[in-house]
């Protein structure tokens, strides 16, 4: 299987396996609820699957673990 097709199948497999704090928010931002602003979740980007991105702004929102800790990080080049 090609390097591309596994990140795919990973993504895949978690979104179908959120955890409930994932869940949580993708039910606050899912169909444009934010601004009118569009966000992906389980999304590979480059070698990385990033939990919910808005390529628009160039948001990544990632959680670490079980924490309800969030970070954002700006300056990353998304295309």
Not at 29 to 40: H, L, T, V
Request: proline share 1%; net charge positive.
């Amino acid at each position: 299987m090609q390097k591309k097709h596994k990140f795919i199948y990973r993504a895949k497999l978690l979104r179908n396996n959120m955890t409930d704090t994932e869940r949580l928010l993708w039910s606050k931002i899912r169909n444009r609820q934010i601004y009118g602003y569009k966000f992906r979740r389980q999304s590979p980007i480059g070698r990385y699957i990033v939990d919910f991105i808005c390529y628009e702004k160039k948001i990544i929102i990632e959680f670490s673990g079980n924490q309800r800790a969030v970070w954002l990080e700006s300056g990353v080049t998304i295309k």
